[in-house]
């Protein structure tokens, strides 16, 4: 066997092992932060929250500040921004969960 066709016999076997291992290299290396990068995109997409997620955020920081109240455990009384609210539940309606895939 000569020289060429050692060096050709060790070139071939190597990117016939590693070009495999190092595509799988990459695709576990890179996975976290091309699903992240979707994440921030698909979250700026997205833009502003709607009134309706606003309003259901206002209405559990108000239930929220009133079940500690009735607990005392503020430290400052509660001030209500807008008196059309009336009186709190005892209990919110549950809020809608988004099923998200896991990988």
Not at 2 to 21: R, Y
Not at 31 to 52: F, H, I, M, N, Y
Request: hydrophobic share 50%; proline share 6%; charged share 25%.
């Amino acid at each position: 066997m000569e020289l060429t066709e050692a060096v050709m016999v060790i070139m071939v076997t190597g990117m016939t092992v590693g070009v495999p291992l190092l595509g799988l290299t990459l695709r576990f290396a890179l996975k976290p932060v091309v699903e992240t990068w979707l994440r921030v995109r698909e979250v700026q997409a997205r833009g502003q929250v709607s009134a309706v997620e606003l309003e259901g955020l206002r209405a559990r920081v108000a239930h929220l500040e009133h079940m500690l109240d009735r607990h005392g455990m503020l430290e400052h009384p509660v001030t209500r921004a807008s008196p059309e609210l009336g009186e709190l539940p005892e209990r919110l309606a549950p809020v809608a969960r988004v099923d998200r895939e896991r990988v």
